[in-house]
């Protein structure tokens, strides 16, 4: 397990972040993560697409916290990218 509690993250194939930015990018891509957890994905998107602007979603509150502590590090890495929770059922999209 790492220090941010991802103890699913040996399973996931270190090719697949990789895979999913592996096709053509407009010169200033938008990138939009549905699910963002503890943001282990949203730091490999980030490093693999550090261009363009990012909106990383979560429906817990906790999570986008987590997400925000492990992308805060790297903060520098990470202009451009917005973290918010969707609120399902609010009909206000997304909040802050």
Not at 1 to 22: C, E, F, I, K, N
């Amino acid at each position: 397990m790492d220090p941010h509690g991802d103890q699913h993250t040996s399973r996931l194939p270190p090719s697949t972040v990789m895979d999913a930015a592996a096709a053509p990018l407009a010169p200033s891509p938008r990138t939009l993560e549905i699910g963002c957890g503890t943001g282990f994905l949203t730091r490999a998107l980030r490093s693999r697409i550090p261009v363009g602007s990012m909106l990383a979603t979560d429906i817990a509150p906790a999570m986008i916290a987590r997400c925000r502590t492990r992308i805060g590090a790297e903060e520098a890495g990470f202009q451009g990218v917005r973290l918010a929770t969707a609120q399902p059922g609010s009909g206000s999209g997304l909040c802050r």
